[in-house]
């Protein structure tokens, strides 16, 4: 009785300790760096070393928050990356939340996965994924138009033809995948801005990104034979 006693008494000091030493990590991020919004402070698997969410990235550094170090926290004997795995947690999103009607939506096959994109149609990358999404099937795609214009300058006016055209996907695969230019139409009301808005709110500051059916993010073009597997990896 008394070893258990014992061993109860010592696993809450340690939690106790571990607490404390996340508050002072808290405070000191406050106080020093008052102006980058702190999400989240979490202990690892390293003695001392602390896991800090702030500005959309993962860094870690000590209780006095002085120094920093930004990489990947790799699990060598169980071959894991730990930091791509908080970060996937830690990036998710409530996909019921997202504005629908602001997006287009094209389904293929019997449309049961879903993909929620965020894509600007002059950002190369992006071309690359349509092409690659061009190889999926049965899946719903929900395009949400985001023109970055201080990389690309002409996005915002081609994702306007875009969403005011008659078929707006394939408006959109057109210029993507084939260069076509769209046909010049009828200037209506889009949910650009809203969208750009939204990127901001969910932190997305490059494109492409999107998320699956669970919320996870993904950033960047991936070919289709990893999107597959990411699709199939969501339940």
């Known amino acids: 009785m008394k070893t258990w006693l014992s061993i109860l008494t010592l696993s809450l000091m340690t939690l106790s300790a571990a607490h404390a030493d996340i508050q002072t990590l808290e405070q000191n991020l406050k106080t020093k760096y008052p ?3 702190v999400k989240s402070v979490h202990s690892t698997p390293v003695k001392d070393m602390y896991e800090v969410y702030m500005g959309g990235r993962i860094v870690y550094t000590n209780e006095d928050a002085q ?4 990489g990947n926290l790799i699990d060598l004997k169980q071959q894991q990356n730990l930091t ?3 970060e996937q947690i830690l990036n998710r999103i409530d996909v019921k939340s997202l504005p629908l009607e602001q997006a287009i939506k094209h389904v293929k096959g019997n449309g049961e996965r879903v993909i929620y994109l965020f894509s600007d149609p002059d950002c190369p990358y992006c071309q690359h994924l349509e092409k690659e999404l061009k190889n999926i099937n049965n899946v719903t795609i929900y395009l949400f138009l985001y023109p970055i214009t201080r990389l690309h300058p002409n996005a915002a006016t081609v994702a306007d033809q875009i969403w005011c055209s008659k078929d707006p996907y394939k408006t959109w695969q ?5 260069k076509k230019q769209p046909a010049k139409v009828k ?6 801005e809203k969208n750009i808005q939204l990127a901001k709110k969910l932190e997305i500051d490059g494109t492409p990104t999107f998320f699956l059916k669970d919320g996870s993010r993904i950033s960047g073009a991936r070919d289709a034979s990893e ?3 990411l699709l199939k990896a969501v339940k």
């Open 84 to 86: 791509e795995v908080r």
């Open 227 to 229: 999107i597959e597997l």
């Open 187 to 192: 200037t209506c009301k889009t949910p650009i």
């Open 174 to 178: 057109d210029y993507t995948v084939d």
């Open 67 to 70: 120094y920093f170090f930004v």
């Open 35 to 37: 102006e980058i919004p």
